[in-house]
C-alpha cells in the first residue's frame, strides 16, 4: 500500500511522510486509511452517532474530495460517501497502515 | 396486483385524509434518502395528511391504507441515522417509539426502511430498533441499484439471520409494495428474534459482520457516473462557476418565469373583481366582496406560480442528488452565519418571495437551524418589495442623477437589497447563537449519494403537497385580513345627505373616495398611531398605507395612490410629491422629504409587513411563538433603522 501520494494543492502534499497515526483532517486525498478510534468529542451521543453512520474502529476510510474553500471534505467510509468538518474530523484519528 | 392492493384503497375512499382512531398504526424508521418517503407515498397513495408533531417544528406524516376491509395507519416518521438522538427532530422519533411522546399514539409496528446499498451502517439502526422490543418488519430498497453497482444481496438469508421478516421494496416503481401492505396487515405474525443484538462495540461489529456473511452480502462498487459528475461539480472551478449558473438560472426561473403566470392570475381575479361591480348592485356589498373577498384571495393564489415552480425545481435538484452538492459547496460560507449548507437554498429563495423561501426550509434536518432561517428569511428583499422601492426611490432622487457611471437609484437598489441580504445572515446567526446558548451544537454531517433519476411522480406529489397546504392554511388568514382592511378604510358608511352637508359633491367619485377615507375607522388608527411614527417623519395618511402594508407590502403604492386621491393609482408619484401636511405642527409642509423616504425605505426593508409570511411561519413552527417574534424583532428594528436613518439623511441634508 502506498503511504502518501501526490496531491494538488493540498496542504498535505507538501509536508510527507505522513505520521501515523494521524487526525482525519490530515490524511490526504486518496490514501485509504483504517479508523483508530473517534473519539469522544466530550459528548456521549455524538460518538454514538458517528458509529451509526459508519465510524467506527476497524473500518476502511479514504477522503475524496475538500470543498473549494477547504472545508467540509467527502469520505468514503463503510461503501458509501459523506461530508462532514474538518472540526467533527479532528476527533477521529486513523493510520495509513491497513 | 393482489388483493391487497386493488379495490378502493388506491385514491379517495370514505376514510382519504382522515386518520383512522384504534387501527393498527405501523411507523416507517430509517435513515435519509434510504427511500422511506417513498414507500410511504407508494403506500398511502395521495391520503396522507401532513402537520407537526405538538409543539415543535418537526413535519409529521400520517397515511391510511386499506386491506382486507381494514384500515392501517402509517406514518412517516422523520429520517435518522440512530436512536441515541443528537436533534430535536430525533428526539422525536426516539420519544415516539418509546411511546413517551404526549399527544402521539405509540406505533403497535415498526417497518425499518434500509437502503442496500449503505446496508452495513444501516444494520447499526436496525439493531437499536430491533431492542425495543416491538414487531419488526424490514423494507429493502435500491436492491437494483446495488445489483447494477455489482453488489449481491440473499434476502432471504438476511431474514434468517435477522430473525424478523423483510421484504425487498422499490418504491418508485412500486415493486414489493403489494408485500409489503399484506407484511403489515398480518404484523400481529411477525417473527420475533430469539436474541437481542449485542451493544458492546466489538460484538455488535461481530454481530453485523455475521448478518453480512448470512446474507451473502456484496458491497456495492463506487457509483462511476456519480465519480465522473462530481470531478466537474464539485471542482473547485467548474464546481463553483456552475453551482453559480444553476443559483442564477433558479432565481431567473422563480423570478420572472412565473410572472407572466402570475399576471395570468392577477388578470383572473380582476375579471371577477369586475363581474362583481357588474351584477352586485349594492355598493358596499360589491366592495366587500370585489375588493375584499376576492382581492384577497387574488392576492394569495398570485403566489401559486412561485411556489409551484420553486419546488418543482427543489425536488428536481433534490431527486436528483445536485442539492447536497451545492450544499457542499456554500457549507462554509453559511457556517459564517452558524448555519449549514442547506440553508443556503431558502435564504435564495426569498429573494423571490418569504414564503417559498420559509417552506423550503423543510429541507434542513435540524429543527434550530430552520427556526433560524425562517427569522432571516423575510429580511432577504422578496418580490413584494420592489414596486415599493421603485415608487419611493422614484420620489427619492431624478433618473437623471449618477454616482459616478451609475445611475443612482440603481446604486440605492442594489443597497437596498445587499443591507437585506446581510441582515438576512446576522439575524440567523443571532437567533443561532441564543438557541444554541444552552445545548449540544448539532454536528454537522451529510450524506452524499450517487446520482439519481427522480421519478415524476414524486416531485408531482411535493408540488402538489406545499401548493395544497399553502392555499388551505393561508387563505384563510390573508382573507381575514384583507376583509377586516376593506371594513376599517370604508366605514362608517355616510349617506349622501350627509355628504351633501360636509360639501362633498356625491358625483365626484374620487371626492366620496376621499371623504370616506378621512373619516373611516383607518383614518383614526393612522392619527392614533401617529405619535409612534411621528419621529419618522410619517403623517397620518402614511400611517394608513403603512398600517395596510401590514397585511402586505404592495398595497403600500394602492393604498397610498388611493389616499393620495392621484389620477392614476398606479403612479401616484407626483401626487405623491407634492402631497402636504392637512393639520398640526408641519400644516402646509411637504410629507414626503428625503429624510421621510430614506426612513421608509429603511422601515421596508425591516418590517414583517406580510400576513402570508407570518401564517405560513406558524404553520411551519407549529405555534404562534416564531411569527410573533418575527413580527415583533422585525417591527424593533424596523422602527429604529427608520428613526436613525431619518436623523441621518436629516442632518446630511438639512432639513428637519
Redesign the interface.
Known amino acids: 500500500m502506498r503511504v502518501s501520494s501526490r496531491v494538488d494543492g493540498s496542504p498535505a502534499a507538501t509536508t510527507p511522510p505522513l505520521s501515523n497515526p494521524c487526525g482525519l483532517e490530515a490524511l490526504p486525498i486518496g490514501v485509504p486509511a483504517r479508523i483508530i478510534d473517534v473519539g469522544d468529542?466530550g459528548?456521549a451521543?455524538?460518538a454514538?452517532?458517528l458509529?451509526?453512520?459508519?465510524f467506527?474502529?476497524?473500518a476502511r476510510i479514504e477522503l475524496l474530495?475538500r470543498?473549494?474553500?477547504?472545508?467540509?471534505a467527502?469520505y468514503?467510509v463503510?461503501?458509501?460517501?459523506?461530508?462532514?468538518?474538518l472540526?467533527?474530523a479532528r476527533g477521529i484519528r486513523v493510520t495509513t497502515t491497513l | 396486483m393482489t388483493d391487497a392492493s386493488s379495490g378502493p384503497d388506491c385514491h379517495g375512499g370514505p376514510t382519504g385524509g382522515t386518520v383512522v382512531t384504534g387501527a393498527p398504526r405501523t411507523a416507517l424508521v430509517g435513515s435519509p434518502n434510504a427511500g422511506k418517503t417513498s414507500i410511504f407515498n407508494a403506500l398511502t397513495g395521495l391520503r396522507a395528511k401532513t402537520g407537526n408533531y405538538p409543539g415543535v417544528t418537526v413535519g409529521r406524516s400520517v397515511g391510511v391504507f386499506r386491506s382486507g376491509g381494514q384500515d392501517f395507519v402509517v406514518e412517516d416518521l422523520p429520517g435518522t441515522y440512530g436512536l441515541e438522538p443528537v436533534s430535536p427532530d430525533e428526539q422525536i422519533v426516539t420519544d415516539l417509539l418509546q411511546g413517551r411522546l404526549t399527544g402521539v399514539e405509540s406505533p403497535d409496528a415498526l417497518v425499518v426502511v434500509i437502503d442496500a446499498t449503505t446496508l452495513w451502517r444501516s444494520l447499526r439502526l436496525v439493531s437499536q430498533v430491533l431492542r425495543l422490543h416491538r414487531p419488526v418488519c424490514i423494507a429493502v430498497t435500491l436492491t437494483d441499484e446495488l445489483i447494477t453497482r455489482g453488489g449481491r444481496l440473499d434476502i432471504a438469508g438476511l431474514e434468517r439471520a435477522l430473525g424478523v421478516p423483510v421484504v425487498r421494496v422499490i418504491g418508485n416503481r412500486r415493486i414489493g409494495i403489494p408485500e409489503l401492505r399484506m407484511k403489515i396487515a398480518g404484523w400481529r405474525n411477525w417473527a420475533v428474534p430469539v436474541l437481542d443484538p449485542p451493544t458492546d462495540p466489538a460484538e455488535l461489529e461481530a454481530w453485523t459482520e455475521s448478518i453480512l456473511l448470512a446474507s451473502e452480502y456484496r458491497p456495492a462498487q463506487p457509483d462511476k457516473t456519480t465519480q465522473r459528475i462530481d470531478a466537474v461539480l464539485l471542482h473547485p472551478v467548474w464546481g463553483t462557476a456552475i453551482f453559480i449558473a444553476v443559483m442564477v438560472t433558479f432565481f431567473q426561473i422563480i423570478f420572472s418565469f412565473a410572472a407572466p403566470l402570475q399576471g395570468l392570475v392577477e388578470t383572473f381575479f380582476g375579471w371577477l373583481a369586475g363581474l362583481v361591480d357588474v351584477f352586485v348592485p349594492v355598493p358596499w356589498l360589491a366592495g366587500l366582496l370585489g375588493d375584499a373577498i376576492i382581492g384577497g384571495v387574488g392576492a394569495v393564489v398570485v403566489f401559486i406560480p412561485q411556489i409551484m415552480l420553486m419546488f418543482l425545481l427543489i425536488s428536481l435538484l433534490e431527486g436528483v442528488g445536485y442539492m447536497c452538492r451545492a450544499a457542499f459547496l456554500m457549507d462554509r460560507i453559511m457556517s459564517r452565519a452558524g448555519l449549514e449548507g442547506r440553508a443556503f437554498v431558502a435564504l435564495m429563495s426569498s429573494f423571490a418571495c418569504a414564503v417559498p423561501g420559509i417552506m423550503a426550509t423543510r429541507t434542513l434536518p435540524s429543527a434550530k437551524d430552520r427556526i433560524a432561517t425562517m427569522m432571516g428569511a423575510p429580511l432577504m428583499t422578496c418580490s413584494a418589495r420592489l414596486p415599493v422601492y421603485i415608487l419611493l426611490i422614484g420620489m427619492l432622487v431624478s433618473p437623471e442623477s449618477r454616482i459616478g457611471p451609475l445611475q443612482t437609484q440603481g446604486v440605492i437598489m442594489f443597497c437596498l437589497y445587499f443591507l437585506g441580504a446581510v441582515s438576512a445572515m446576522l439575524a440567523a446567526w443571532i437567533v443561532k447563537t441564543v438557541q444554541d446558548r444552552n445545548g449540544l451544537l448539532m454536528p454537522f454531517y451529510m450524506e452524499m449519494p450517487p446520482y439519481r433519476v427522480p421519478t415524476l411522480r414524486s416531485i408531482c406529489l411535493t408540488m402538489w403537497d406545499s401548493s395544497r397546504a399553502f392555499l388551505r392554511k393561508c387563505g384563510t388568514i390573508v382573507m381575514l385580513t384583507t376583509i377586516v382592511l376593506w371594513l376599517l378604510l370604508n366605514f362608517p358608511l355616510h349617506s349622501t345627505a350627509e355628504l351633501t352637508a360636509s360639501g362633498v359633491d356625491v358625483t365626484d367619485e374620487g371626492a366620496v373616495t376621499s371623504f370616506v377615507m378621512d373619516h373611516s375607522a383607518a383614518a383614526s388608527i393612522g392619527r392614533a398611531v401617529e405619535p409612534v411614527f411621528a419621529p419618522l417623519g410619517f403623517d397620518w395618511r402614511v400611517n394608513i398605507g403603512v398600517v395596510a402594508s401590514l397585511s402586505a407590502r404592495e398595497t403600500f403604492v394602492a393604498t397610498l395612490g388611493q389616499i393620495a386621491a392621484a389620477d392614476d393609482p398606479d403612479n401616484p408619484s407626483a401626487a405623491l410629491s407634492a402631497m402636504t401636511y392637512t393639520d398640526g405642527a408641519h400644516a402646509g409642509d411637504r410629507v414626503f422629504t428625503a429624510p421621510t423616504i430614506a426612513a421608509l425605505l429603511v422601515f421596508f426593508v425591516y418590517a414583517l409587513q406580510c400576513m402570508s409570511t407570518v401564517s405560513v411561519m406558524k404553520r411551519e413552527t407549529g405555534t404562534w411563538k416564531w411569527p410573533a417574534i418575527a413580527f415583533g424583532y422585525m417591527f424593533v428594528l424596523a422602527w429604529s433603522s427608520a428613526w436613525i436613518v431619518h436623523g441621518i439623511v436629516a442632518l446630511a441634508t438639512g432639513t428637519a
Open positions: 468529542h459528548t451521543p455524538y454514538g452517532r458509529g451509526d453512520l459508519g467506527v474502529a476497524g474530495r470543498a473549494p474553500l477547504g472545508d467540509p467527502v468514503r463503510r461503501g458509501y460517501d459523506i461530508c462532514l468538518r472540526a467533527q
